[in-house]
């Protein structure tokens, strides 16, 4: 079933506008009668029935709503370094779809890539869109954010507000099963960039809270650790079942 968004529902009838009803209309070619979904702020998922349409909408009923339970009980911040190239996109994408709350894009020693303010709006509004095209292939309850690009250090400030933090490293850490667990409801998680990161930089989130953390003997891709660690920390918080 076709799986939209929409900021609130507050009748039986609603109608569907923008680059939303132009998909249904003219890229699903779906017609009155068919069902889809549409998720709302508020945590609902409504079940509608395509009853007509205009030149610029489409016009659903509400047959009915319920709370929904796509979400997982764990809220991780992925705190992801600058990569190189396009691989941001895929990491976006694949970070949403696997269940994450938000990105936030970081600056750190090592990352290759440093773009200006203009450049970086740029990016995260393509990387807002990768992520809600993601929550809708996924069928997310939510539309994950992505942040505005923070330094290092201006990230380790905010670990206070969460109820671990890990950071993975490639000189080795605490494995995840023996950090985290399902009491644990919001987590921000470290990755870095190609090169890594930099001891003193290890050294400034541990003095922050952070806990380093380690996948495995291997040294995986930038665009792989993320998606392994996720899956890792949604695996220990029972989000797999």
């Not at 990569?83 to 949403?96: E, N």
């Not at 930099?198 to 930038?222: D, H, S």
């Amino acid at each position: 079933m076709a799986w939209f968004f929409t900021e609130k529902i507050t009748d039986k009838h609603f109608e569907i506008t923008g680059e939303d009803a132009k998909h249904i209309a003219k890229s699903l070619r779906m017609t009155k009668g068919e069902k889809l979904t549409l998720c709302t702020l508020d945590g609902k998922r409504h079940e509608c029935e395509i009853k007509d349409f205009t030149s610029d909408s489409v016009i659903v009923d509400v047959l009915c709503s319920t709370a929904c339970e796509q979400e997982p009980s764990v809220k991780i911040t992925l705190f992801m370094a600058l990569t190189k190239g396009d691989k941001m996109d895929d990491i976006v994408q694949k970070s949403v779809e696997l269940g994450v709350y938000k990105i936030v894009p970081v600056l750190t020693s090592r990352c290759i890539s440093r773009p200006d303010q203009k450049q970086i709006a740029k990016k995260v509004q393509r990387w807002q869109k990768i992520a809600q095209n993601a929550a809708c292939q996924s069928r997310r309850g939510i539309i994950p954010q992505v942040g505005d690009m923070l330094t290092l250090k201006q990230a380790s400030t905010l670990l206070k507000d969460y109820d671990k933090s890990i950071v993975f490293y490639e000189c080795g850490g605490e494995k995840i099963c023996d950090i985290i667990d399902e009491n644990v409801h919001t987590l921000a998680m470290f990755v870095g960039s190609e090169g890594g990161f930099e001891e003193n930089e290890i050294e400034m989130l541990k003095e922050n809270g952070a806990i380093p953390a380690t996948l495995g003997k291997r040294i995986l891709r930038a665009q792989t650790a993320p998606l392994a660690g996720i899956t890792a920390v949604m695996y220990q918080t029972k989000n797999l079942e």
